[in-house]
């Protein structure tokens, strides 16, 4: 079993490597995926981690919302949004 350690490191591993796609200019169908991916890694991760707090979720709401706005899935960003709040 991970330890909480491994889950908060992996959970900032991943929020910050989605940002790495965010900043590009252009993105390809498969940094698509790996950002989609790496979002919800990084939300499961934090979901993991034992004293996480509610602005931690809802921070990671956030970011899922935006990947999917910037992707062009509405509907999903809307869902991600409403759930950050």
Request: proline letters at 1%; charged letters at 20%.
């Amino acid at each position: 079993m991970t330890s909480t350690f491994s889950h908060k490191q992996m959970a900032v591993n991943c929020f910050n490597e989605v940002w790495e796609y965010l900043e590009l200019s252009e993105r390809t169908k498969l940094d698509e995926e790996k950002m989609i991916h790496l979002a919800h890694s990084s939300f499961y991760h934090w979901t993991q981690v034992e004293d996480h707090t509610p602005q931690n979720l809802s921070i990671g709401y956030w970011q899922l919302s935006r990947v999917y706005g910037v992707v062009n899935l509405g509907e999903r960003s809307f869902y991600f949004a409403e759930r950050s709040l």
